[in-house]
């Protein structure tokens, strides 16, 4: 299994947007679900965002309309569009990987593989 990595992390003012980007080399990345996890300073991580290999796309109540998963299969990769970024969204965000998640999306313990994580500051 390739290894997940994700970019576009960084610091910016509350209100703006951001784009986070995941790739894989994975020959079975088409496969699989991709997900977003949050883990906020002191917090436990939770889950954000998920997109199935069909395109299904679920998503945690605080993000909802805020937020977008999207795939794209030939690239391998997997992007998070975050809108209307709140100092609450400040966390490192990470990608994940889940060869059945079924209905546990937002459960760590569904998912398979993980990258390593990228920050993501919102100032107030």
């Known amino acids: 299994q390739g290894q997940l990595v994700e970019s576009g992390g960084g610091l910016v003012q509350a209100g703006d947007s951001l784009r986070l980007s995941c790739a894989t080399s994975s020959r079975s990345f088409a496969a699989i679900s991709m997900g977003w996890f949050r883990q906020p300073p002191g917090k436990e991580r939770e889950f954000v965002a998920g997109?199935?290999?069909?395109?299904?796309?679920y998503y945690s109540d605080s993000v909802k309309g805020r937020f977008t998963i999207s795939r794209d299969n030939a690239k391998k990769m997997v992007d998070l569009q975050m809108n209307s970024l709140k100092s609450e969204d400040t966390a490192v965000y990470h990608c994940?990987?889940?060869?059945?998640?079924?209905?546990?999306?937002?459960?760590?313990?569904?998912?398979?593989?993980w990258g390593q994580g990228t920050q993501v500051t919102v100032s107030s």
């Open positions: 994940a990987g889940g060869k059945e998640v079924g209905r546990s999306w937002n459960s760590s313990q569904s998912w398979n593989y």
């Open positions: 997109i199935s290999w069909r395109g299904a796309t």
